[in-house]
């Protein structure tokens, strides 16, 4: 089945054409196509999800993944839970029964915690009844992930809580205790399971230190020892690491606009050789060029202000790694660390830089940015704030507009046939790429979506040989081109597809059928079907005892209490669906679908009724 | 006939007809591919299920019965038709049946209006 088949079945459902031919082919897309294509399997549960074969589950897999990390970040998971489910993943074994149970405990803590669940028109997470729960979150795993991310997210994806109140404990207190532990905590004393979940008065001295590092910026809205409210332009300063960095070197004169020279000067482990190889030149005019640089260098050194430390925390190095992080250049940890992960991270960026269709600094300019001296490495500061300025996740509007420039740009490389073979091909050498978190808990992910488009636009050529299968570099522009494109087919593919089942069960006669205890091999089956109009046909085997029917009930009460809402985001992506001009590939139709997915999801996100329709339940 | 659209079938949704039927209808574990009980796993085989109870109904010497049958009219009188002598079993059948009933007319309420202006794109 081609995407353009799958669009015109989709304009006729729109249409309200129920005919057994358009529901056969939208099934086929829904059901067979878009599974296979996108990596991701129909069915959402945990089973299903995690079971290794020749069946796609990886991206769905990943959703899960993302959920544990945020979850990990916002202290509702420990990095001991952290590690422990890298491991099984690491093994290519499932998650056990008993970290599917932590995780959805830990969901639950989230779900109270997070005013959004009882704000919109998502149905509310059962109570009790693990069984329930687990297969609450096996259905919203999409809004979870949404919804957690928003909370870890340094790209000013949450807005300030003006209602927040110092010591609350909400995600939102989580949210900022996180973001301390960032910039100013995390790593030093060695790792430890024990985190302060919340942003509490005793953290409060560490903002007149933030204050300190950003030359007394905040000074006028520090909160007092007993203050009960933090300020709003310091909620946003935590929550924007754009901000904040732009914020920090306009205290430390190190911003595009200023003339001096700043640096940072490190050593790195003597045996790596990393130094040494930052000049092996293979020509002799390369070999003179290098030597002019770093006598160069050395003369800067004399007279330049140097980068020391701006305090315990290292907040500029914090900050500068961050910016690496997010350029899909730095796996490591965000500790203030300048090693051997940073230098190489560092490396990557200028490499890729060099390649870059629009690049914000010449080839001399990016000569400057990193240089040996003796044995100690010199970062030109100014230049590399300027990088990672190009890098940082540009507004909502601007990154549609790069999204679409970077599909026009895989077109007219004539790359786009080859593209969904080998996203599924290839993606799995990314995998180191990843930070072997099972061995390391305090690594993360990126995950933005706004930054990971940016990165893969600013070196498009090198995404395009990578499609080609002509290049082996794989961090930065690659790294983020194959997150972005997975994250948005996770994205369309989970949610629809969840949704999907509820409007086949309810208004495409899907039956829902449950399969009881039953004796040897044979399982009673008990049966229940809605037609369009709710006539219902119900069918239990003589053999199904109390308890299948129990069980079957639950099951079709749980999809009951989902239904208002899964059917409403279905019609609506079906209607979006039914307006699209149809793309060659399915992996395109994945990331079209998945913008409105996001659409819908910032939807209910707003509390406002779906479709301006008022809520029915 | 000409197939009933969506449209159709809401503007026919003035009763609601419910039935319970029990029988014989059981699956092989093998045919699960490992999954356990419960829940709609895509490894169910819907289709067959369907057909297999489908052709159950259809024999002559068809071991199907109706246990109970509820209309539900648009001015929300009920009927309930429930077959005699009742065994403790099929007591907790006829409990399944009256849920049912109660869910069809909840989710009937929801979906009626809301769905096709959203699918059609009616601002409601």
């Known amino acids: ?617 | 006939m000409a197939t009933k659209s969506f449209g159709d079938f809401i503007n026919d949704m003035t009763s609601l007809d419910v039935v319970t039927l029990t029988g014989n209808l059981t699956v092989q574990v093998n045919d699960l591919e490992g999954r356990a009980a419960g829940g709609d796993g895509e490894s169910l085989k819907f289709g067959r299920i369907m057909q297999q109870l489908e052709g159950n109904i259809m024999k002559k010497d068809s071991k199907i019965h109706a246990l109970a049958a509820t209309h539900v009219s648009l001015d929300k009188d009920t009927v309930t038709f429930v077959k005699e002598n009742l065994t403790p079993e099929e007591a907790v059948y006829l409990e399944f049946h009256n849920e049912t009933v109660k869910a069809a007319g909840i989710a009937r309420a929801a979906m009626a209006d809301g769905i096709t202006k959203l699918l059609l794109g009616s601002k409601g």
Not at chain 1, 63 to 70: D, S
């Open chain 1, 1 to 617: 089945m081609q995407p353009a088949e799958f669009i015109a079945s989709c304009e006729r459902l729109q249409r309200l054409d129920r005919s057994a031919e358009v529901i056969q082919s939208v099934r086929e897309g829904v059901e067979v196509a878009m599974p296979d294509h996108f990596a991701i399997p129909f069915s959402p549960d945990v089973t299903t999800t995690f079971r290794r074969g020749g069946r796609p589950s990886r991206h769905r897999r990943g959703q899960w993944h993302e959920l544990v990390q945020h979850l990990k970040d916002l202290a509702y998971l420990t990095p001991k839970f952290f590690s422990s489910w890298h491991q099984r993943r690491a093994a290519d074994q499932p998650p056990t029964a008993r970290q599917i149970a932590s995780l959805v405990k830990a969901v639950r803590a989230f779900w109270t915690e997070d005013p959004f669940w009882t704000t919109s028109l998502v149905p509310a997470m059962p109570t009790q009844d693990a069984a329930r729960q687990q297969r609450w979150v096996e259905h919203h795993l999409t809004e979870l992930v949404y919804r957690a991310s928003s909370y870890t997210s340094f790209d000013g994806d949450l807005s300030p809580d003006v209602q927040y109140r110092i010591g609350d404990r909400s995600a939102f207190g989580r949210s900022l205790a996180f973001r301390m532990r960032v910039y100013f905590r995390d790593y030093q004393g060695g790792h430890t399971n024990s985190r302060k979940a919340y942003f509490d008065r005793k953290l409060l001295p560490l903002l007149y230190s933030l204050n300190n590092s950003l030359g007394g910026a905040l000074a006028a809205s520090l909160p007092g020892r007993d203050a009960t409210v933090l300020d709003e332009g310091i909620q946003r300063v935590l929550l924007d690491a754009t901000l904040l960095f732009a914020t920090y070197r306009r205290a430390n004169r190190f911003t595009a606009r200023d003339r001096g020279s700043y640096y940072l000067l490190y050593q790195l482990e003597p045996r790596t050789g990393e130094v040494k190889d930052l000049v092996v030149p293979d020509a002799k005019e390369e070999q003179r060029r290098l030597l002019r640089l770093r006598r160069r260098t050395k003369r800067k050194l004399t007279n330049a202000r140097l980068y020391i430390d701006t305090g315990g925390n290292r907040l500029g190095i914090r900050l500068m790694q961050l910016g690496l992080w997010r350029a899909g250049c730095y796996i490591g940890v965000l500790d203030g660390v300048f090693g051997l992960q940073s230098h190489r991270a560092l490396l990557a960026l200028v490499a890729q830089e060099r390649e870059a269709v629009r690049p914000v600094l010449g080839p001399r300019q990016l000569d400057r940015v990193v240089n040996s001296v003796g044995e100690e490495v010199l970062v030109d500061l100014r230049l590399v704030g300027i990088l990672l300025d190009a890098y940082a996740p540009p507004p909502q509007v601007e990154a549609q507009r790069e999204e679409a420039h970077l599909w026009q740009a895989i077109d007219a490389a004539g790359v786009a046939e080859t593209l969904d073979e080998q996203l599924l091909d290839r993606e799995a050498s990314l995998r180191p790429l990843y930070g072997h978190l099972e061995h390391h808990p305090h690594r993360r992910v990126y995950y933005g979506l706004r930054g990971l488009i940016r990165g893969a636009v600013r070196a498009i050529t090198v995404v395009i040989s990578w499609i080609r299968d002509r290049v082996r570099q794989l961090l930065g522009a690659v790294f983020d081109f194959v997150k972005a494109v997975v994250k948005r087919v996770q994205e369309a593919g989970s949610l629809f597809f969840t949704g999907f089942r509820y409007f086949s069960h309810y208004l495409l006669g899907r039956p829902f059928i449950s399969l009881g205890a039953g004796v040897g091999e044979e399982r009673p089956v008990v049966l229940t079907r809605f037609a369009l109009d709710f006539d219902t046909v119900c069918f239990t085997d003589r053999t199904a005892s109390v308890e299948d029917i129990r069980m079957h009930q639950r099951y079709v009460s749980d999809m009951q209490r989902g239904a208002a809402y899964f059917l409403r985001v279905t019609a609506l992506l079906i209607r979006s669906l039914a307006t699209l001009s149809a793309p060659q590939r399915w992996i395109r139709l994945g990331v079209l679908l998945a913008r409105e997915v996001r659409r819908v999801l910032q939807e209910v996100a707003s509390g406002r009724p779906l479709g301006r329709l008022e809520q029915v339940e």
